[in-house]
């Protein structure tokens, strides 16, 4: 990473820089299945959501901007997957094709590596070939596929599934 890139736990003040990269995914892309686009309260809400399950939540910073977050949530809400979760990446096109996705993914892994966490799910709306390349450089490995699940843009979108075993 650039002398002026940082990885950071993300604070309260990042929400609106957040929902700004979120929000292009929104409306332009099929990365997210959210249809509407969320404002930096609702990203604060999401953040403490998470920040209170004890996970982490970080942003990639460089010359003082936020160029992309990543965090992992819950998997599901029984107890017995309480060591596993679910990661979401998110970079600004600024931060793409410069590794730097890759390196914000490292750090959220280590930091849940720390944490006690076994299992990283990554899901992935299709086709998405940098997602997937990104997965499984990291040693994800792809697990199945549910077929034509999300509707979005007037046309179906199936939605790959990888994962990663932190202790294996």
């Not at 002026?4 to 609106?16: F, H």
């Not at 998110?90 to 996705?101: E, I, S």
């Amino acid at each position: 990473m650039g002398a002026e890139a940082a990885i950071r736990d993300a604070v309260d003040g990042d929400a609106a820089a957040i929902a700004a990269i979120y929000n292009v995914h929104v409306r332009d892309t099929i990365v997210t299945f959210e249809l509407d686009e969320v404002d930096a309260a609702e990203m604060m809400r999401r953040m403490a959501q998470v920040r209170a399950l004890g996970l982490p939540w970080l942003v990639l910073e460089e010359r003082g901007d936020v160029i992309g977050y990543a965090y992992a949530g819950q998997w599901k809400a029984r107890a017995a997957y309480a060591r596993t979760v679910e990661s979401s990446i998110y970079l600004a096109d600024a931060a793409c094709g410069r590794g730097l996705g890759k390196q914000l993914y490292v750090a959220l892994i280590e930091r849940l590596h720390a944490h006690g966490i076994h299992a990283v799910i990554g899901g992935v709306s299709l086709p998405n070939a940098a997602s997937v390349a990104l997965h499984e450089r990291l040693g994800f490995e792809a697990v199945g596929a549910f077929r034509e699940v999300g509707w979005k843009f007037g046309r179906w979108i199936d939605v790959g599934y990888w994962q990663a075993r932190l202790d294996a």
